[in-house]
C-alpha cells in the first residue's frame, strides 16, 4: 500500500515540472511584439492565477497604457502623441494662454464682428471693472502702468456700444480651475432674437473643452471626462491669435445668423453634406472613450500589473518587452 502510494506523488511532480516549462515556452513564444504595434512601444505580458495570458502596451511618449489592440489603434488614430511631441518642440511659451500672460486677471479679451459688411472680426482688452476698452497691449500696458486711456478707434466699422455683434469673450485667468486653463463666453442669435451666451473651459494640456464649470472640475480632481467634453475642430488659439483685426472666420459666420429651422428633420441630400461633422463626431467619441480608459481601467490594470510584479511567482511568467525602433 505503502509503496504504491509513492508513485502518484511522483508522477504529480512530473506533470508540476512540465506544466511549469511549458508555462515558460509559453511565455517566451509571446515575447515577440506583433507587428501591428509601433516602434518603440512597451509590451508587458504575464499569466494570471487562472492562467489568463495578459498583455499591456505602453506608449513610450505618454506612458498611457492599453489592454487591447482595439484600444491602441484608437489611440493612434487620435494622434496624442504626435500632439505631445508638436507641443514639446513649439515650446510652453507659444500657448494661447502663455502669449497673453502679460494680461492682467480682471482683464478679458473681447472680440467683435465689424467691416461694413460684417465680415471682420476685431480684438479689443477691456477691465470689466471700469469698463474701459484697449486695442493693443501697448495701450492696456501703458493704462496700467500710467493710467492713461488711449483712444479706442476702428474709424467707425467696429461697433462696441451693443452685444449685437459680440463673438465671444476671452479669459485667460477664469475662476475656480487651474492656471492655465481658458474660458470662452460664445455669443450666439437664437430664433426668438435674443443672445445666448455659452461658456466653454479648455484645458492646455489635452485640448478638452468642457461646457459647464463643473464638468471642468470633474476633470480636474477624478480625471473623468463627461459626455459632452470635446476637442474643438478650430482651437481658441488659432481663431483669435491676431492683432487689431482679421477677416472674419468662416466657423464664427453662424454666430451672427439665426436659425430659422434648427429642427428640420435630415434629408438625403442633407445627411451628405454632414457626414464631415458626423466623421467629427465619431472622432470626438473616439477621444472621450480613449480618455475614460486612461483615467478609469488604467490606474486599476497598472496596479493589478504592479501586484503581480511585487508577488515574484514564477507562475506568472511576467515579462516585459519593448518593440525596437530601428532607427534609434
Not at 203 to 214: E, G, I, N, Q
Not at 311 to 319: A, C, D, F, I, V
Request: net charge neutral; glycine share 4%.
Amino acid at each position: 500500500m505503502d509503496g504504491k502510494s509513492v508513485v502518484p506523488v511522483k508522477e504529480e511532480a512530473m506533470d508540476h515540472i512540465a506544466a511549469s516549462s511549458e508555462e515558460e515556452e509559453d511565455i517566451e513564444a509571446l515575447s515577440e511584439p506583433p507587428d501591428w504595434l509601433p516602434d518603440g512601444w512597451i509590451m508587458e505580458v504575464y499569466r494570471g492565477e487562472d492562467g489568463t495570458i495578459n498583455r499591456y502596451y505602453t506608449s513610450p511618449i505618454s506612458n498611457y497604457t492599453f489592454n487591447m489592440k482595439s484600444e491602441v489603434l484608437e489611440y493612434l488614430f487620435s494622434q496624442a502623441d504626435e500632439r505631445i511631441l508638436e507641443s514639446k518642440e513649439s515650446g510652453s511659451e507659444n500657448t494661447f494662454q502663455k502669449e497673453h500672460k502679460w494680461l492682467p486677471k480682471g482683464w478679458v479679451m473681447e472680440i467683435r464682428a465689424g467691416g461694413e459688411k460684417m465680415d471682420k472680426m476685431y480684438k479689443f482688452y477691456v477691465y470689466a471693472k471700469t469698463g474701459v476698452r484697449l486695442i493693443t497691449k501697448q495701450d492696456v500696458l501703458l493704462y496700467i502702468n500710467e493710467a492713461k486711456v488711449s483712444e479706442c478707434d476702428t474709424n467707425g466699422e467696429c461697433d462696441t456700444n451693443s452685444e449685437d455683434n459680440l463673438l465671444a469673450i476671452v479669459d485667460f485667468h477664469p475662476s475656480g480651475v487651474p492656471e492655465g486653463w481658458v474660458k470662452e463666453l460664445v455669443f450666439r442669435k437664437t430664433k426668438e432674437g435674443l443672445t445666448r451666451r455659452d461658456p466653454y473651459y479648455t484645458d492646455p494640456a489635452s485640448s478638452y473643452t468642457f461646457r459647464t464649470l463643473k464638468c471642468a472640475l470633474c476633470f480636474v480632481e477624478t480625471g473623468k471626462v463627461s459626455k459632452r467634453a470635446f476637442i474643438q475642430r478650430i482651437s481658441v488659439h488659432d481663431l483669435y491669435s491676431f492683432d487689431k483685426s482679421t477677416d472674419l472666420h468662416e466657423s464664427l459666420r453662424t454666430r451672427l445668423v439665426v436659425n430659422e429651422t434648427p429642427y428640420r428633420r435630415a434629408t438625403r441630400s442633407s445627411r451628405s453634406r454632414g457626414t464631415s461633422q458626423i466623421e467629427h463626431e465619431q472622432i470626438n467619441k473616439m477621444a472621450i472613450h480613449l480618455a475614460q480608459i486612461r483615467h478609469m481601467s488604467w490606474k486599476k490594470k497598472r496596479s493589478k500589473v504592479e501586484r503581480v510584479k511585487a508577488k515574484k511567482q514564477p507562475t506568472q511568467g511576467l515579462l516585459t518587452v519593448q518593440r525596437q525602433d530601428p532607427y534609434s
